[in-house]
């Protein structure tokens, strides 16, 4: 059956062709069709609307008296603060010729700025429709000048009435603003119109989102006063305009040259324009007799459904006629109830306009990303609803239609682009509508076809879910599955030319201690530490006994065939693996090796981490998944680990957790499974720090399985304080109960390395000390927290860790660490009331620093369009102090760095010309906001960010930062001394060897490495 032509449509199926919304006739989860406020219908609305229905056994008003003085109340406080010089600032509008008399300046005409309106002006509807056909059936224009494309009551009704249409074409070349060229047309159409003609403007225009330019629209209102024509302005979408935000098109603009990476190019970003107090034509009703604005709560209040708008003009005759054509009941008593209590609502559209900022921000840049979408329009404007066409020919049977209407078209005044298209296109509504998503297919409107549609903004978690399902259009996947996964896996281990050997297994800050190896060919022998729980003291005690083999002339190195961490390091080979097994290999005297940690876990959620293997990013996994396919990586590790015993004389394995966490048993590759494969006979390690050692040791033991229990060939207590003789008695009966000899009693060490322990420790620190005060945000997810130890280790310098604005307190520098989760965290800042805080400290002038997630935070916000650390589409608000924009990557960015500071200014000056020596991880890319180019810091004032991990470990760039933040505070940093930071490292290593010789029977140790009888030792 042939499409009906719209002027043939009856109001059924106007309903159905023109408009979005229909929701009853097929399965939605998703309605993106209608530009309704995302937030609802505020609650003080919806509850007087029920008390509304209970009231209904009444008529309702039919004068609408408390609706009426409500709108006049909202209005007159709205505008009557604004200063008259303000509402009528820069417009340059010639002298038009009204009531008041010729030759007037607009501004001059306002007689009463404190009564914006008056109640006598408002005629209320049944929505704007409503209204606008009543306007049109008591005007009868012989001819309706509308933009084209507009929203198409305006031509419908007037069709009905008989006029004739003249459509003023807006160019897609000008992204459908409205330019020069269109207000010329007007002006020239609005000339040569018959008298009792009309205009309809719609400010923004639906459904392009394109705001009139304030002068344009006075020029036009007085051109059509001078010729008695009625302009009628719809501004139903105009609150949605923040009063610091763009409204496309407008002139006001003071930033224009900003651009957001979409990553198809380039669009504006958001730009500062004039607020709905200068957009509005409300505030000039007095000025012109033939000035009709309308309005709705339909779109800003979200009550589509109980049907409610308004009009205004100061026209008498006009305003009593479409009275006239009314009911005396017009208005239902929910919907005056609801009205009223939508007007006393006094955060409600602020919060509205923000949420729709934020999110048609992130909308803008999402969609070019996705399935089909080739250009979006008009992508500053603050409108609540978006336009965009796809790739792909126009329908043949849309094709046909159009250019039989262009055929017809025959007005002077306008021209517009023609398609010739041969090709069909997609049909992206109905592709969506398989995925319960409805849109609005824009091909009925007049100057476009059936490539453009047009999305509405809705929440945050709305928006997720419409990319989620776009996405599945194309079978995109933007993480890994846990399938291809395993695969890769599975074949890692036949690849042995993807694990790195350092050319030279020596630490280059080590270049002193290179060992003499006693072993030349052959596997190494290993020995492996493993404790009765987490934060047992494993990595310490494997550090010392690597530095103690290291020392007697061993060549060893540290193995973990498994780490869950936050703190991470990229070797030379651009590799990332556990900080812990670094600070291991410094202590062997050799260079970080990605295959003493081939499985790094790194915890993004309660419940999931990035799975990162043999120094790369695989993708994400929940425990369960990563558990169910563990096995697969058996082989590589087992490859692994014989490519590194192959070049050492000794390795030393540590183990995780537990190896009595028996529902972790299956499968197991970090503790006895581990041991199974290395050979290694096993030190098991109990923390008497923690209470009730004894039952540790003997628990673990009694849970293992036979073949387990006798790998283990020693006991090991730390973390004692006091007199080792009390313990004695103990220590003879666990040895009597576990058939294993204590081979030591480590004291409670004070020793200052990045092992897991200490560093978990330091994050308890939340008291301020004398001089500088360090505050570190303890984010939940941070990470590489050891990018401060060298900062804690300089005297008179305070570094504590806070996690409440209780404990902030008022630091000298305020530091943003990194994180696993940069966009979960900043709802943690805004969540606990910290952003607030820092954006204080920031406004007073505290220095404030960001690395790499915390770098990331400081910018203007987050993308994640490939669901990197969560949700794809995900888009987060950053905190605003930096000008940058990050955008999260799949592919991880892991490098070593060394850079040179330059172009730094105020403070942060001293630190020009010196060299920042570290390393990045991060999966996102930052730009400067003005450049769109790439960088790894930035400052703003007294902000400082930047992507290097170790930026303090520098000596000469730490005591410069240090000393200019004394001279801030009030401290003569003069004759301070800096701390050596690597030789300070090699000092806590020579303790750590001290203890443990001390502490240690290490002949026992000695022949469970190598074997009794062997005679090894130092």
Not at 104 to 112: I, K, L, P, Q, Y
Not at 439 to 445: K, Q, V
Not at 570 to 585: H, K, P, S
Not at 748 to 770: G, I, M, P
Request: hydrophobic content about 40%; glycine content about 8%; overall charge negative.
């Amino acid at each position: 059956m042939d499409e009906e032509k719209p002027e043939q449509r009856t109001m059924e199926t106007t309903m159905n062709y023109l408009h979005g919304g229909d929701v009853y006739r097929r399965r939605i989860d998703l309605d993106y069709s209608v530009n309704i406020n995302p937030l609802g219908m505020p609650k003080s609305a919806s509850e007087a609307a029920k008390h509304g229905v209970d009231e209904s056994t009444a008529y309702p008003d039919w004068k609408v008296e408390a609706l009426r003085d409500a709108v006049v109340s909202f209005i007159n406080k709205k505008w009557s603060a604004e200063n008259d010089s303000e509402v009528h600032a820069d417009t340059n509008v010639r002298p038009a010729t009204t009531s008041a008399g010729a030759g007037m300046d607009v501004a001059s005409t306002r007689t009463n700025p404190m009564n914006i309106v008056q109640p006598e002006w408002i005629t209320f509807g049944n929505g704007a429709a409503d209204l606008i056909y009543r306007l049109m059936q008591v005007l009868r224009p012989a001819r309706v000048l509308v933009t084209a494309p507009a929203f198409a009551e305006y031509s419908v009704a007037a069709r009905r009435v008989g006029a004739e249409l003249c459509p003023i074409h807006l160019s897609e070349a000008d992204d459908f603003a409205f330019t020069d060229v269109v207000e010329e047309a007007f002006l020239r159409g609005i000339e040569a119109a018959p008298v009792g003609s009309a205009v309809f403007l719609c400010n923004p225009n639906n459904p392009d989102g394109n705001g009139i330019p304030s002068e344009r629209l006075h020029r036009i209102a007085m051109a059509c006063e001078e010729r008695s024509l009625y302009l009628i302005v719809d501004e139903c979408f105009l609150p949605f305009l923040r009063s610091d935000v763009t409204m496309a098109g407008t002139q006001e603009s003071v930033v224009a040259d900003q651009r957001i990476s979409t990553g198809r190019g380039a669009v504006p970003a958001a730009t500062t324009y004039s607020d709905e107090h200068a957009a509005s034509m409300i505030p000039f009703l007095s000025d012109f007799e033939h000035l009709v604005v309308l309005r709705a709560f339909t779109k800003i209040y979200g009550m589509p459904g109980l049907r409610l708008g308004y009009m205004l003009t100061r026209a008498k005759e006009l305003t009593a006629s479409v009275q006239a054509t009314m009911t005396p009941w017009e208005i239902n008593l929910p919907a005056q109830r609801a009205g009223v209590a939508a007007l006393q609502e006094e955060n409600f559209v602020e919060k509205t306009c923000t949420v729709v900022h934020e999110e048609r921000a992130f909308l803008v840049r999402v969609l070019p990303t996705l399935p089909y979408v080739e250009k979006v329009y008009a992508p500053e404007s603050d409108a609540n609803f978006i336009l965009f066409r796809i790739s792909g020919k126009l329908r043949r049977e849309r094709a046909a239609e159009r250019m039989e209407q262009e055929a017809k078209e025959t007005s002077e005044h306008l021209s517009r682009e023609s398609a010739c298209p041969t090709e069909e296109s997609v049909d992206l509504k109905a592709l969506l509508l398989e995925e319960g998503v409805l849109i609005r297919a824009c091909g009925n409107y007049d100057g476009l076809d059936d490539r453009y549609y047009r999305i509405c903004v809705r929440t945050h978690a709305e928006n997720l879910e419409l990319v989620r399902r776009w996405q599945r259009l194309s079978g995109a996947q933007s993480v890994r599955t846990v399938r291809a996964f395993t695969q890769e896996c599975s074949i890692m281990s036949a690849l042995p030319e993807q694990v790195p050997t350092p050319a030279a297994p020596v630490h280059p800050l080590r270049t002193d201690r290179v060992s003499v190896s006693r072993k030349t060919e052959g596997r190494a022998h290993a020995i492996m530490v493993q404790g009765t729980m987490s934060n047992a003291g494993k990595s310490l005690l494997v550090a010392g006994l690597c530095r103690i083999f290291h020392e007697d002339g061993y060549r060893v190195a540290p193995f973990k065939a498994q780490n869950m961490a936050l703190n991470s390091f990229i070797t030379e080979d651009g590799l990332e693996m556990g900080r812990a097994q670094v600070v291991q290999a410094e202590a062997a005297g050799i260079a970080p090796d990605v295959r003493m940690n081939p499985i790094l876990l790194k915890p993004t959620t309660d419940v999931g981490s990035q799975v990162i293997v043999r120094g790369v990013a695989q993708g994400n996994m929940t425990a369960r998944e990563y558990y169910r396919n563990k096995k697969a990586l058996l082989p590589m590790v087992r490859e692994t680990y014989a490519s590194l015993a192959s070049e050492y004389d000794i390795i030393v394995i540590e183990g995780a957790g537990s190896p009595a966490e028996v529902n972790l048993r299956e499968d197991d590759l970090v503790n006895m499974g581990m041991a199974a494969i290395a050979d290694a006979p096993v030190l098991l390690v109990g923390d008497i720090d923690r209470g009730g050692v004894f039952a540790q040791l003997l628990g673990t033991i009694e849970l293992l399985e036979p073949e387990e229990r006798a790998r283990i060939q020693g006991l090991l207590i730390n973390k004692f304080r006091g007199d080792k003789t009390i313990l004695d008695p103990g220590l003879e009966i666990l040895e009597e109960r576990s058939g294993k000899p204590v081979l030591g009693v480590v004291p409670y060490l004070d020793v200052a390395l990045e092992d897991e322990d200490s560093l978990s420790t330091a994050l308890e620190k939340q008291a301020a000390s004398e001089g500088l005060d360090i505050a570190v945000i303890r984010l939940p997810r941070i990470s590489n927290f050891t990018d401060f130890t060298a900062l804690a280790t300089e005297p008179n310098v305070s570094v504590r860790y806070v996690s409440s604005v209780h404990e902030l307190g008022d630091p000298d520098v305020l530091i943003l660490p990194g994180t696993k989760s940069t966009i979960r965290d900043l709802d943690w800042l805004r969540s606990t009331g910290l952003e607030a805080k820092i954006l204080q400290k920031h406004a007073k002038g505290t220095w404030i620093l960001g690395i790499c997630g915390g770098f990331q935070m400081l910018g203007r916000d987050v993308l994640d369009l490939e669901g990197v650390e969560g949700p794809s589409g995900a888009h987060a608000r950053g905190l605003g102090l930096l000008p940058i924009h990050t955008e999260f990557e799949a592919e991880k960015a892991r490098t070593q760095t060394e850079l040179t500071l330059e172009g730094l200014k105020g403070d942060f000056a001293a630190l020009n010309g010196l060299q920042a020596i570290g390393y990045e991880i991060h999966m996102g890319r930052t730009t400067m906001e003005k450049t769109g180019i790439s960088c790894r810091y930035a400052q703003e004032a007294n902000v400082f960010g930047t992507y290097v991990h170790g930026f303090f470990d520098q000596d000469r760039l730490r005591k410069s930062f240090i000393d200019e933040a004394c001279r801030r505070k009030g401290i003569d940093p003069e004759g301070r001394e800096v701390v050596n930071y690597e030789a300070f490292k090699e000092v806590q290593f020579q303790k750590l060897s001290q203890a443990l010789r001390a502490s240690l029977d290490l002949e026992k140790i000695y022949e469970m490495t190598f074997g009794k009888g062997s005679g090894k030792r130092a």
